[in-house]
């Protein structure tokens, strides 16, 4: 069972590039999400998604661009990477729901992706 | 939403009980507490959840008081892989909108 899984790992870019980070889970999740992790701070939401074909903004959305066509996949796209995108992201998923369909909170994360923009 | 409010760090002894307090003042009624813990270089990796009373795992115990204003994580007998940031997130129900405190630095000492 992979869980949530992350690609790449590692990533450098140089200002004014473009990427996806991907995100995949196999435990039929609804509910994801990304999150971004500078040195010595806590995670902050970008994006999250509760269903396919649904998306709607976090706490620093700007940026960053998702989407979710398939209920497994989750990228998040950096348009234009600026070196104050320099950080740790995490893609997370759950289905963890309580009795009226709504979230309880129990989260599965990736890995994460360091990526580093010069 | 409902925000949190943790120390920002503890130190603590091998073999010693911790207890850390996360103030959630504004948790809605249908809202759930969960705490995490996340090592370097890793994702947060779920420890315990609960909506009221006492709830005890293999890993911790959370208590969470009637008027649910406040957690309080508890890990019995810590040792120095303990060492870690330890996260309360207060879930919105069917917002969705999962927003994560600034965290408790744990520090286990020999």
């Avoid at chain 1, 992350?6 to 999150?35: I, R």
């Avoid at chain 1, 709607?56 to 940026?63: F, L, M, Y």
């Amino acid at each position: 069972n992979a869980g949530v899984t992350q690609t790449p790992k590692f990533q450098v870019l140089k200002t004014g590039q473009s990427m996806t980070l991907q995100c995949a889970q196999d435990m039929n999740h609804e509910y994801m999400s990304w999150y971004r992790q500078d040195p010595g701070m806590g995670l902050r939401l970008i994006h999250y998604s509760v269903g396919a074909g649904i998306t709607d903004q976090g706490e620093v959305p700007n940026g960053y661009n998702v989407s979710r066509s398939t209920t497994e996949d989750f990228p998040l796209r950096l348009l234009s990477a600026a070196p104050s995108q320099t950080s740790v992201y995490f893609c997370a998923s759950s289905k963890s729901t309580d009795l009226a369909g709504g979230l309880t909170g129990e989260l599965f994360f990736g890995e994460g992706s360091r990526l580093t923009v010069l | 939403l409902a925000k949190t409010t943790q120390p920002i760090s503890m130190d603590s002894y091998e073999g010693q009980e911790v207890n850390i307090t996360c103030s959630h003042n504004n948790i809605a009624t249908n809202d759930y507490i969960t705490w995490y813990q996340q090592f370097p270089s890793q994702g947060p990796r779920f420890i315990i959840q609960g909506y009221k009373t006492k709830v005890t795992n293999e890993v911790a115990s959370l208590f969470i008081p009637a008027d649910r204003k406040s957690s309080t994580l508890s890990l019995p007998r810590v040792s120095l892989s303990d060492t870690a940031v330890y996260y309360c997130l207060v879930a919105q129900g069917k917002g969705g909108k999962l927003i994560f405190g600034q965290g408790t630095e744990l520090s286990v000492k020999p």
